[in-house]
Nanobody, 115 residues
Framework: QVQLVESGGGLVQAGGSLRLSCAPS????????MGWYRQAPGKQRELVAT???????NYADSVKGRFTISRDNAKNTVYLQMNSLKPEDTAIYYC?????????WGQGTQVTVSS
């Protein structure tokens, strides 16, 4: 019954910025890695960025230098700051987290970047 909840998606013009947030609907014990994935029309879901509890990060090549992932361990919240957005960034963005017991996913939030 516990799930992740994303916020911050929307419509933005090319070159603009958005900041996504994600937190559990209820408390989750001892979250390890958190991350963001996205799925564009006609494509498979792909990894965007991940961050460990100690703040080690990993990014897809397509977003390096433009996106920044961060987290607040006290709140079990993960963020994705997206700058210099391009139309090809248009996708549904999904939040992910894991612990010893389970893998958790959010419902997804739509990000649309217009030309």
């Amino acid at each position: 019954q516990v799930q992740l909840v994303e916020s911050g998606g929307g419509l933005v013009q090319a070159g603009g910025s958005l900041r996504l947030s994600c937190a559990p609907s209820r408390s989750i014990f001892s979250i390890n890695t958190m991350g963001w994935y996205r799925q564009a029309p006609g494509k498979q879901r792909e990894l965007v960025a991940t961050i460990t509890r100690s703040s080690s990060t990993n990014y897809a090549d397509s977003v390096k230098g433009r996106f920044t992932i961060s987290r607040d361990n006290a709140k079990n919240t993960v963020y994705l700051q997206m700058n210099s957005l391009k139309p090809e960034d248009t996708a549904i963005y999904y939040c992910n987290a894991d612990n010893y017991f389970n893998v958790y996913w959010g419902q997804g939030t739509q990000v649309t970047v217009s030309s």
